[in-house]
């Protein structure tokens, strides 16, 4: 279970981020005051913009980053102090995280695999099953920098799961990917939501969202505007899919709408 409660998370910015941003303020709220709930055998979507809020609120659950105020905690682990049992309990995956280019996923699975502190029958039976699921022992001895984008991040997501973690974290894992190997992500995010594990998924793909997520959050201008069933999201913003809510609550939240 995720449990989030008052995440804050604010930003100093040097003169040179200032005049990218184009701001005279020193600091960027990223995330403001955001609380929300994931549960074991569900997939909770967090949806929103490019820059809502949503990685810097993942990066805070996988503790890479300090809150500047509130409290996280992941299976009852507190991200602060308890961050070794919680990293022990999550699988992360964002895609400015990449695999060694120079090594192939064959050894970058058993590398992390030894690394989480398995043995080397459970680390053989681990890749046999999630190697299988997506399709890599086709590839499985070739460099990580010669395979396709694809292929990069089905190895990406086997190595992240290596240790069979109680939670998933993962950050736009569709983006970029063919139609074919998006489905097969999100039939397995399907599958670990079904034998009880706890999957947070964010994305700023609707359908996506729609077809995948047991519950949704949305996060506009690093403020947590709506949650809940896509039934009940749709209710409460008399909308008939989820684009069109979305972008009635971004009309009513975004700053800079005028």
Request: hydrophobic share 40%.
């Amino acid at each position: 279970m995720i449990q989030i409660n008052g995440l804050t998370k604010i930003y100093k910015l040097n003169a040179k981020k200032m005049q990218e941003l184009k701001t005279k303020e020193n600091k960027k709220v990223a995330v403001n005051n955001v609380s929300l709930e994931a549960k074991p055998g569900e997939i909770f979507g967090l949806l929103g913009p490019n820059g809502a809020g949503k990685t810097t609120t993942l990066r805070c659950v996988a503790t890479l980053l300090k809150p500047t105020k509130g409290s996280v905690s992941v299976c009852g682990f507190d991200t602060q102090k308890e961050g070794q049992k919680v990293r022990d309990s999550i699988a992360f995956l964002t895609n400015e995280i990449k695999l060694d280019p120079n090594f192939s996923a064959d050894y970058m699975f058993k590398f992390f695999g030894r690394l989480h502190g398995m043995s080397e029958e459970q680390i053989v039976a681990r890749q046999e099953e999630l190697f299988g699921v997506f399709g890599i022992n086709d590839f499985k001895n070739k460099k990580i920098e010669e395979l396709s984008t694809g292929m990069k991040q089905k190895a990406a997501i086997a190595v992240s799961l290596v240790h069979d973690p109680k939670v998933v974290i993962f950050d736009e894992p569709t983006s970029g990917l063919d139609i074919v190997t998006a489905r097969s992500v999100t039939d397995y995010l399907k599958h670990l939501r079904d034998i009880g594990k706890t999957v947070i998924v964010s994305t700023h793909i609707m359908s996506e969202a729609e077809k995948l997520s047991d519950r949704i959050g949305v996060i506009i201008a690093g403020q947590k505007v709506e949650e809940g069933t896509l039934a009940e999201i749709l209710q409460r913003n008399e909308a008939v899919d989820l684009e069109d809510a979305f972008f009635k609550l971004y009309s009513k939240y975004n700053p800079e709408k005028n």
